[in-house]
């Protein structure tokens, strides 16, 4: 019998009751693997920027090509919960949100996530709104990199400490059912974790969050150019491939 299919509604419920794990995937076949090996969350994150594209950064990912890739997981056809990012420049407006929003969905997306807090309030409403399930993103925001000048752990001072706060608690009231905590200082995600009605997922935040979400590509080593330093590889699985690749040249 086939597992039950996981939603949105799904994973808001296992609140405090059981962990979230979740991982990106941006074809067909890691969509397939990562469901059959039991992730209740696959994003199709605008990390494929990088890790597929090899693009400097997230913020040249076009929503034709998080199109492109949403269809590919979405053949899957996974009983996992499949989300997708809104990449840069989608939702300025609410009506342009909802319309991306709807796209990402028309390609096979369940859910769409967005980066930030208060300042995106009012586009988290209008996807919402439009019966859009929503994962809210806040600590660093990868698609604001070049204005803050790279990667920053957020939390640390008390203006940014309480700004989180502030955005965690508008993200819920627009209606997010759970939120993604980027390089956030652990104890200020443990404080968020315990203050909102929604799971937290986090990356580089520490172990008090609900859950957990890695680029899979970090997890399993087929990006070996770069890994983030919170990151502890279980596989190595491109220089493994690379093996391969040198035996079999050698016997041609």
Known sequence: MSPPKITAETLRGWKGSRRIAALTAYDYPMAKLLDESGIPLILVGDSLGMVVLGYADTTRVTMDEMEHHTRAAARARPHALLAADLPYGSYVTAPQSVENARRLVAAGAEAVKAEGGR??????????????????????????????????????????????????????????FAIVLELVVPAVAG?????????????GSGPECDGQILVCNDLVGTFPWFTPRFVQPRLRAFDQMRTAIAEWQRTI
């Open 191 to 203: 404080e968020i974790t315990r203050r909102i009605r929604v799971p937290t997922i986090g990356i």
């Open 119 to 176: 300042a995106i309030g009012e586009q988290v409403r209008a996807i919402r709104e439009a019966g859009i399930p929503v994962i809210g993103h806040l600590g660093m925001l990868p698609q604001h990199v070049r204005e803050e000048g790279g990667y920053h752990i957020k939390g640390r001072a008390e203006v940014e400490h309480q700004g989180l706060l502030a955005d965690a608690d508008d993200l819920v009231a627009a209606g997010v």
